[in-house]
């Protein structure tokens, strides 16, 4: 079954920076279109940025562009965001997350477990 597992979280000061990473198990990859969400606590889960299956195009929610870059290793099955001039606003649970469709109309039908990210003022 197809396995989705986060990992970089933690905990950074305002205007640092983290990297998190997304290991895919259980399909074939490289055929496969990309996202992260995330979740602050009391509120909906939001898009942050998607990318097609080679990586040739990306894109973000306005509240992450220029800050953040999502990129994919398909040899290694994994898919990376990252995440500089951070800011509390930030903190959140990350998912990775893939699905059925070509990007960026891609229903995202699996999800990781996610990932903690708190950035402190």
């Known amino acids: 079954q197809v396995q989705l597992v986060e990992s970089g979280g933690g905990l950074v000061q305002a205007g640092g920076s983290l ?3 997304c290991a895919a198990s259980g399909l074939t990859f490289g055929n496969y279109a990309m996202g ?4 602050a606590p009391g509120k909906v889960r939001e898009f942050v940025a998607s990318l097609n299956w080679s990586g040739s195009r990306t894109y973000y929610a306005d509240s992450v562009k220029g800050r953040f870059t999502i990129s994919r290793d398909n040899a ?3 898919v990376y965001l990252q995440m500089n001039s951070l800011k509390p606003e930030d903190t959140a649970v990350y ?3 893939t ?3 070509s990007w960026p109309t891609v229903t995202y039908d699996y999800w990781g477990q996610g990932t903690q990210v708190t950035v402190s003022s």
């Open 19 to 21: 990297r998190l990473s």
């Open 95 to 97: 998912y990775c997350a």
């Open 99 to 101: 699905g059925r469709g």
């Open 36 to 39: 992260w969400f995330r979740q």
């Open 76 to 78: 290694k099955n994994t």
